[in-house]
């Protein structure tokens, strides 16, 4: 638990480090400037402070570890969800094409009794769909000559 605790800790500092970096709004005011050292002596007095949390919250660091357990474990799950959705990839690619199975089927056999309905085959078929067009070039929508 001490470990989670610690990447805890450690994660926020470095957030807080990434936001204060980031570029902001050019309206600081005098009073918001501080050096280097002062900001250095303050994270170092927020460091201690945040050692001593879970001595005086001990069921919020509980809790807190829990939840880094649990994020733990989907990120796990995950990762492992990836990795063989990835293997699985590699391994259709890898496989002879005559040996690999056909997916599905592209014709279906035709529905008997009742349940048929009163469609027939030709009802069924796709209606033919000529190309579609290509938009105008730039060119011809400015008025401009090709070059």
Same mark, same amino acid.
Request: glycine fraction near 8%.
């Given at each position: 638990?001490?470990?989670?605790?610690?990447?805890?800790?450690?994660?926020?500092?470095w957030?807080?480090?990434?936001?204060v970096?980031?570029?902001?709004?050019?309206?600081? $005011? #005098?009073? &918001?400037?501080?050096? *280097?050292?002062?900001?250095?002596?303050?994270?170092?007095?927020?460091?201690?402070? %945040?050692? /001593?949390?879970?001595?005086?919250?001990?069921?919020?660091?509980?809790?807190?570890?829990?939840?880094?357990?649990?994020?733990?474990?989907?990120?796990?799950?995950?990762?492992?969800?990836?990795?063989?959705?990835?293997?699985?990839?590699?391994?259709?690619? $890898? #496989?002879? &094409?005559?040996?690999? *199975?056909p997916?599905?089927?592209?014709?279906?056999?035709?529905?008997?009794?009742? %349940?048929a /309905?009163?469609?027939?085959?030709?009802?069924?078929?796709?209606?033919?769909?000529?190309?579609?067009?290509?938009?105008?070039?730039?060119?011809?929508?400015?008025?401009?000559?090709?070059?």
């Amino acid at each position: 638990m001490g470990r989670v605790m610690f990447f805890l800790l450690r994660m926020a500092f470095w957030l807080t480090v990434v936001c204060v970096l980031l570029p902001g709004g050019s309206n600081t $005011s #005098a009073d &918001a400037q501080i050096d *280097a050292t002062q900001a250095a002596s303050l994270a170092a007095a927020a460091v201690s402070d %945040a050692r /001593g949390f879970c001595d005086r919250q001990p069921d919020a660091c509980q809790v807190g570890g829990k939840v880094a357990v649990a994020i733990g474990h989907k990120a796990e799950a995950g990762a492992r969800t990836l990795y063989e959705f990835i293997s699985a990839k590699m391994n259709e690619k $890898s #496989a002879p &094409a005559e040996k690999s *199975a056909p997916r599905f089927t592209t014709v279906q056999p035709p529905i008997q009794g009742p %349940a048929a /309905g009163t469609l027939t085959q030709s009802d069924m078929a796709p209606a033919w769909q000529g190309p579609v067009p290509l938009p105008p070039r730039r060119e011809a929508r400015a008025g401009r000559p090709a070059a």
